[in-house]
């Protein structure tokens, strides 16, 4: 490591590490950085470089400054702004190359497009194609170990390409970003000496500084949580412009510490983006005719927007019956009921889901809310992770059994038709038989749509400190494969229920499994299959048309698995006209 810099911040979180390797060259050649319109500066670099870097550094950044982005909250880095040791110059991507490759869940795909976005506003180009990156950051994910390995696997492999990088070109730079980096933060570098930045969920913005230092050859590293960055301003760049559906990210961060669970320590504290910003984004959207938003956070219903005076007058809403938290009461804000109605004003015709939810928060005003709007999804993600007293209380899930199993008949009593999906966690800390068979019948009482399945896997959390991974992993796999089996058992039986209904579909495009047939997504957030044929359009009988992605058709459903529906289209119609289902 280089002694220059080194930050250490500990924090209620635990340890937090911020260390950058800075050490900057210019190119003698052309007086610029290293770009691709200079190949030749590798070499002459070095000296001359580190001496300029010398003499900026005598009259550059002092402690103070270093200290700085590291108090809460935040100083954000500017492109107008940059550090002393920098010129704005330097920040540039001068038409580098990037190749983002997206690991684990929804929140690493928005979180790939805000990685973007940032590099793209410091003028990097994207690219699809490997072989032609200049820089190439894996987003990642730490929740199961498998998911790191698979990183440390594909780290390997990129490290032949580095090696094999002709010295015309400008050097390859690799980037950890995301949940690995900041678990394992230093462990990466030192390990993997091929890897050039590293940059936590929180530090996206710093990308172009992290990527400048590691101009000079030397390792840049930023790995600091945030008690209030939710990247409001950094709007995601849409990638795919024809795509029907957006992930809209309203919050970040966990503060539920269940026993088992890396996220809080990768994520960091809950903070919820304004809801002006939300609106604004989602607004946008509509405009670029998407009809359906998904709002994205790690506990989305605990949405609590406190970021003016006046949102603390807001009423309290209540846990749902039976559950606690493991942190102190929160009070005040603009809550999730009163963010989902504002966004499903914004245009009728948008389907509005959430996900992922804690099952916590589930107050009545959401319930009426998700029951009477014709735009919000009748469909509830409601994580059990397990279905035994004892083992929810080990995982530290603040609910019993019982009080989950009342949630989802309240649930099912409000919102008739409503679809419910769940995780489960196979085998964790002291699960006897009898508790994996209380888990089973939970599968069967419920006979949720869709579910998550895993088995557990030992992360350095609570569960790691204080209990014992004391189910052998065959058993583990076992369970986890009873699990499976009658969870599609289950799914089978209630998405049969369906068969002879009629419902509204979004049509995404043309089935992966057929040319000739079109796919797209029920209200219940289920793949629907159907004959791509020409039909009569509801508000024009006088022409029949085929249908486009990112139009709503009736299907009738005449057939269904575990996982997807079958049928046949009947017309094309508009949300509002749309009476659909049985
Ligand atoms: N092992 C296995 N599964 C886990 N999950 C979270 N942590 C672990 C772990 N250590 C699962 C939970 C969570 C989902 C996103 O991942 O079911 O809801
Ligand atoms: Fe992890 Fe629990 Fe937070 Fe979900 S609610 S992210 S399982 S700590």
Known sequence: MHPLQCILQTQRWGPLASVSWLLLRTCRACSSVPSTACPSVEKQQEDGVRKDFSSRLASGPTFQHFLRGTSAPQEKPDMEDPPPYLTVDELLGKQRKV???????QMNVNDTEIAWSVLQKSGYLRTRNLQEADVILLVTCSIREKAEQTIWNRLHQLKALKTKRLRSRVPLRIGILGCMAERLKEEILNREKMVDILAGPDAYRDLPRLLAVADSGQQAANVLLSLDETYADVMPVQTSPSATSAFVSIMRGCDNMCSYCIVPFTRGRERSRPVASIL?????????????????????????????????????TNLSRGFSTNYKPKQGGLRFAHLLDQVSRVDPEMRIRFTSPHPKDFPDEVLQLIDERDNICKQIHLPAQSGSSRVLEAMRRGYSREAYMELIHHIRESIPGVSLSSDFIAGFCGETEEDHLQTVSLLREVQYNMGFLFAYSMRQTRAYHRLKDDVPEEVKSRRLEELITVFREEATKANMASVGCTQLVLVEGVSKRS??????????????????????DVNNSEVRVRAQPGDYVLVKITSTSSQTLKGHVLCRTTLKDSSAYC
């Not at 190749?99 to 869940?105: K, P, Q, R, S």
């Not at 509509?286 to 007058?313: H, I, M, P, Y």
């Not at 040319?515 to 009569?536: T, Y």
């Open 280 to 316: 604004e984004e989602v607004r946008k959207l509509s405009e670029q005719g998407l009809k359906e938003v998904t709002l994205l956070g790690q506990n989305v219903n605990s949405f609590r927007d406190s970021s003016e005076v006046q949102f603390n007058n807001a009423v309290s």
């Open 99 to 105: 190749y983002l490759e997206t690991y684990g869940c």
């Open 515 to 536: 040319a000739s047939d079109l796919c797209g997504r029920n209200d219940g957030n289920l793949k629907v299959i159907f004959p791509d044929v020409e039909m009569e």
